[in-house]
């Protein structure tokens, strides 16, 4: 008996992101400070790190799902923002 291949989310943006991926994105767009305003967790305010911050994401469900949001929420506003030539 073969496993079949898990189904196709062609709708789910966050299909195939990584944490790290997420993290690296947000803190890139909003700075580790911004970050830690709109998510404040210590992780992200004191000496914060990608590998300090995946840490304790991988360890929090609900400061993951927080993030995934936060992910989300950034992703729209760089898709509503007016595209410069």
């Known amino acids: 008996m073969t496993a079949s ?25 909003y700075g580790w400070a911004g970050l830690a305003q709109r998510l404040p967790v210590r992780c992200f305010q004191s000496d914060p790190s990608v590998a ?4 304790f994401l991988r360890k929090t469900p609900w400061a993951r799902a927080k993030l995934e949001s936060l992910y989300l929420f950034m992703l ?10």
């Open 52 to 55: 300090s911050s995946l840490k």
């Open 76 to 85: 729209r506003e760089l898709k509503r923002a007016p595209q410069r030539p």
């Open 5 to 29: 291949p898990p189904p196709a989310q062609p709708r789910n943006p966050l299909h195939g992101v990584t944490l790290e991926a997420m993290v690296v994105a947000l803190a890139a767009h």
